[in-house]
């Protein structure tokens, strides 16, 4: 489980021209609450914290003004265009205590190549001691057939976690692939009895005068 040490500064500005400021400034705005503290409103450093953040599930130990909080990313907002960090909500936990959590799935093994994989959902959610957050968790699909899929339940758990999603949540299911014969298109043929084209032009009709 990795833990990175971030220091930042209170936030006593608000709003939206606030925060453009701070990251103007190279800062991203963020809040911690949990555990019934008031919020505190403080800046982090974009560098640091979106390095930080390319962790899964991280925690970081957030140090202002000389007081230090263990906290977990609940919520991240990016710019929708340029993906830069907007926003951070920073929840406060309490080393030994248990949390849930989204875990990715990473898959492994050999399955059978006549079929698709499909991924239904690339994360299952657990709860676990907060200190223990795994970066994934392994789902080995060696032997899956065409046809059948992998549950939630099928994931291997380390000890002392426990399953929150539904059991019976596809994770990966393996569709039996789809085989269509080429067809052929064949022209069509002329039409039988057709007429010759004409040689020459049909000659002129004669016109007859009155003597």
Request: proline share 6%.
């Amino acid at each position: 489980m990795a833990e990175i040490s971030i220091n930042g500064v209170s936030r006593t500005e608000f709003g939206k021209g606030a925060a453009r400021r701070a990251r103007r400034d190279g800062l991203v705005p963020a809040v911690i609450y949990g555990h019934g503290a008031k919020p505190a409103h403080i800046a982090l450093p974009a560098r640091e914290l979106g390095t930080a953040l390319k962790t899964t599930n991280v925690l970081l130990d957030i140090v202002v003004d000389g007081k230090t909080e263990l906290t977990l990313p609940k919520a991240i907002v990016r710019h929708a265009i340029k993906g830069t960090l907007e926003h951070v909500d920073l929840v406060i936990v309490r080393r030994g205590e248990r949390v849930v959590v989204s875990v990715p799935i990473h898959t492994s093994g050999e399955y059978d190549r006549d079929g698709i994989l499909e991924h239904n959902n690339t994360t299952i959610e657990v709860e676990t001691e907060a200190t223990s957050i795994p970066g994934f968790l392994p789902l080995d699909l060696t032997g899956l057939v065409a046809g059948l899929s992998l549950y939630a339940e099928d994931v291997k758990l380390p000890a002392g976690m426990t399953l929150i999603s539904d059991p019976r949540m596809v994770v990966v299911h393996l569709s039996v692939r789809s085989s269509h014969d080429d067809l052929e298109v064949a022209a069509a043929p002329a039409a039988d009895g057709a007429a010759p084209a004409a040689d020459g032009a049909a000659p002129a009709a004669t016109e007859k005068k009155d003597a």
